[in-house]
């Protein structure tokens, strides 16, 4: 099997990726000392997805929230739960759905192999029934209900849909009561058999381990290849993006969404779609990008910036408040977000300090400050085993080499960083949502 080990100079961070016969990728990152172990498993399959190929081979929609639904699905089998297995070796196991993956996962502070194993293991033994999905729709369905009151989740998918009136980003990614009635036992395996592809998947180890201890499961659950009862390698759809339902206008969908929930006080998110063009349909930001954006939020909106110090002063935000970039295949968005008695005033301050910066340009001093800070923050995280794995696959799914993101941020330029500011933070592009109290 074929192993490169990549080493980043600056930090003296190691991680190993080994291409597994069976098509699975795998990482390694060995932290020597650590008591705590992680896993993932993930899959390039999410809310986004919204085909997949059926038993003909030809592609066909699916309702929405069927990534999350089959993601619950894998851990039941014939011969019982997996947690009920995780119970028996210590291990704490969880999954989640996101916009672009699934990921399966536990932490454990012994007995790796055998909790591996058991990852391995019922992420490739799908098993549906009539019975058990109607049994899910109605546990699936209390989740939607009980998201559905969440103000801080209602408020930003409330957004989504006023940024963007084509991309599946707009969609929740647990689907609706509705939708997720709609699914089948086919569906679900159909699904399976699309994305669950072991060369559509990667696993990232981090802790105390070797890659010998890793390989030896892959090599003795996968075996050398799909023979081992897992999926068949599909040929035509993986993720078919781009496709004309994920271009998306350059203009909003609304600039303004307001709704009233049972909150103490008003909940915001201001946003600013980025332009992709149509011929970049389905592309990801790029690490320069990402390493810009997030030193472009820190100069906004970081606990040191002008910006904050003013909003706090006034007493207009609290620790809540903060910035970022929302991004995955086909969209980004620069979301600003927290809580406020007065949201459109501080929407009003966000746009005159970026006026500000546009006009006075970003000082150097303030702009290593920031990049400093991002970087800082980078590195710290390589001490959390979650944070190591997860990001070696998130690099895997968006094209990038491991650590770029870190190379980037330290030999970021400020005009890069200035090019951000003008582009893609227009007031055309621009949307709000607030949730008030009822």
């Known amino acids: 099997m074929n192993s490169t080990i990549y080493r980043n100079q600056r930090t003296d961070e190691t991680c190993h990726r080994i291409d597994h016969p069976s098509g699975l990728t795998i990482f390694v990152c060995p932290k020597p000392g650590y008591r705590s172990c992680y896993a993932a498993l993930a899959t390039r399959y999410?809310?986004?997805?919204?085909?997949?190929?059926?038993?003909?081979?030809?592609?066909?929609?699916?309702?929405?929230?069927?990534?999350?639904?089959?993601?619950?699905?894998?851990?039941?089998?014939?011969?019982?739960?997996?947690?009920?297995?995780?119970?028996?070796?210590?291990?704490?196991?969880?999954?989640?759905?996101?916009?672009?993956?699934?990921?399966?996962?536990?932490?454990?502070?012994?007995?790796?192999?055998?909790?591996?194993?058991?990852?391995?293991?019922?992420?490739?033994?799908?098993?549906?029934?009539?019975?058990?999905?109607?049994?899910?729709?109605?546990?699936?369905?209390?989740?939607?209900?009980?998201?559905?009151?969440?103000?801080?989740?209602?408020?930003?998918?409330?957004?989504l849909r006023?940024?963007?009136?084509?991309?599946?980003?707009?969609?929740?990614?647990?689907?609706?009561?509705?939708?997720?009635?709609?699914?089948?036992?086919?569906?679900?395996?159909?699904?399976?058999?699309?994305?669950?592809?072991?060369?559509?998947?990667?696993?990232?180890v981090s802790g105390d381990i070797t890659v010998e201890q890793v390989t030896a499961v892959a090599d003795r659950v996968l075996g050398a290849g799909h023979d081992a009862g897992g999926p068949q390698k599909?040929?035509?759809?993986?993720?078919?993006?781009?496709?004309?339902?994920?271009?998306?206008?350059?203009?909003?969908?609304?600039?303004?969404?307001?709704?009233?929930?049972?909150?103490?006080?008003?909940?915001?998110?201001?946003?600013?779609k980025k332009t992709i063009p149509e011929e970049e349909a389905g592309r990801v930001q790029s690490p320069a990008e990402l390493a810009g954006a997030a030193v472009l939020s820190e100069l906004l909106a970081g606990k040191a910036s002008p910006l904050y110090a003013r909003l706090m002063e006034a007493g207009l935000i609290n620790t809540s408040f903060g910035a970022d970039l929302f991004d995955g295949p086909g969209y980004a968005v620069f979301l600003f977000a927290g809580e406020s008695a007065d949201p459109d005033r501080v929407c009003e301050e966000i746009r005159a300090e970026i006026n500000r910066l546009r006009r006075e340009g970003i000082a150097p001093a303030d702009f290593e400050a920031a990049r400093r800070a991002v970087y800082g923050r980078m590195v710290a995280g390589l001490n959390d085993v979650e944070n190591c794995a997860d990001a070696r696959i998130s690099d895997l799914f968006n094209g990038r080499e491991p650590f770029a993101l870190i190379d980037e941020t330290a030999t970021l330029g400020v005009q890069l960083v200035t090019k951000l500011l003008d582009e893609d933070l227009r007031d055309e592009c621009a949307a709000v949502s607030i949730v008030r109290p009822a």
Do not use: W
């Open 234 to 272: 599909r040929a035509a759809v993986l993720r078919t993006p781009p496709v004309p339902s994920l271009t998306e206008p350059e203009a909003v969908e609304e600039s303004r969404v307001e709704q009233a929930m049972p909150v103490s006080a008003p909940l915001f998110y201001y946003g600013y």
């Open 46 to 159: 999410g809310s986004i997805d919204t085909t997949c190929l059926n038993e003909k081979g030809m592609a066909e929609p699916v309702p929405e929230g069927i990534a999350h639904y089959l993601e619950h699905k894998l851990f039941e089998s014939e011969d019982g739960d997996a947690f009920a297995r995780y119970a028996e070796t210590g291990a704490s196991a969880n999954a989640y759905t996101s916009f672009d993956h699934t990921a399966y996962l536990f932490t454990c502070t012994d007995r790796l192999e055998d909790n591996l194993e058991i990852l391995l293991d019922f992420v490739r033994h799908p098993y549906f029934t009539e019975e058990t999905v109607q049994k899910e729709q109605g546990i699936i369905g209390q989740e939607i209900r009980m998201l559905e009151d969440n103000p801080g989740r209602r408020c930003l998918f409330n957004l």
């Open 162 to 204: 006023t940024l963007y009136s084509r991309h599946p980003a707009r969609i929740d990614i647990g689907g609706t009561v509705e939708s997720i009635a709609r699914i089948t036992p086919q569906l679900l395996y159909d699904c399976y058999r699309t994305y669950y592809d072991l060369h559509n998947m990667a696993l990232a």
